[in-house]
Every structure is written in C-alpha cells, then in structure tokens.
C-alpha cells in the first residue's frame, strides 16, 4: 500500500515540475524603453519587445495603453498571446510581443486571468479575447510552458 501511495506522489509531482506557470501582465508605461523605434520592456519571465517601422523619433514616448490580445482557434483550444498595444507619439501602434526569458522553450499557451478580458468573434472564425479600457497591469494572464 505504501509502495502505491509513495508512486501516485511522485507521479503528481513528475506532472507539476513538467508543466510551468507564470503569471504576467503587459507592461506599464513607465516600464517601457525606446530609442530610435527599438522598445523593450522586462516581465517576470518573459521579455516584451517590438522594433516600430517607420520614421520615428530619437526619443519617441510610449502615450497610453490600447488593448491586449489573445486568440483561439476554438472554444477548446488553448489561448494564443498575439500582442500589447499602444499608442506612440500623435499616430503610431506599438504591438509588443512578448518571448520567453528561457529561450530554450520556444512554445506556449496562455490563459486570461480575471474579468477584464473579454471573447469576441475575429477573423477566419478565430475567438479573440480582448483586454481594453484599462490599465496595461490589469490584463493578467498566466504563461504554461
């Protein structure tokens, strides 16, 4: 009996260390660094980064906080992060993305966190979920790695 015990303990903790979760948000305006087109910004485990094509400034500032975005393929599927957008300057978008700090793992899911997302039908017959009208810090969402 103990020998049963002892190897369903293990093989939950086998299943808990394969599978990683972090929780991260899109970054806070402050938080973001640009020069010359190039921005970045540092999550718990993760690096947010987009190069803005274009003309831009020497020192153009990151505005306000758009919206982030994830999709799905179907109600079942697992969430996809596609961007944080923001505004920069009078008229360009900035659509960070984000890649994980391990770079050894190259693939993910996500999953929304809280009541601030939103499901709408996109495009091709994806599901997008949307967080809007709110502080970047507000659209949570964990990283399964």
């Known amino acids: 009996m103990k020998k049963i015990v002892t190897l369903i303990i293990a093989a939950s903790l086998t299943g808990f260390f394969l599978t990683s979760q972090t929780t991260e948000n899109c970054p806070v305006l402050n938080k973001i660094a640009g020069a010359s087109g190039v921005f970045r910004a540092d999550g718990i485990n993760v690096e947010w980064r987009v190069v803005l094509q274009g003309i831009i400034a020497e020192k153009a500032a990151v505005q306000s906080f758009e919206m982030a975005l994830a999709i ?5 599927a697992p969430s996809k992060f596609q961007h944080c957008t923001y505004l920069v300057g ?5 659509d960070m993305k984000f890649v994980l700090k391990n770079e050894n793992e190259k693939e ?4 929304t966190v809280g009541n601030l997302w939103k499901k709408a039908d996109g495009p091709f017959g994806l599901i997008d979920d949307s967080c809007e009208k ?6 949570i969402f964990t990283v399964d790695h």
Not at 90 to 94: A, E, N, R, V
């Open 108 to 111: 993910f899911t996500i999953q």
């Open 90 to 94: 009078d008229d360009k978008t900035l």
């Open 134 to 139: 709110t502080a970047p810090e507000n659209c």
């Open 72 to 76: 799905q393929e179907s109600q079942s």
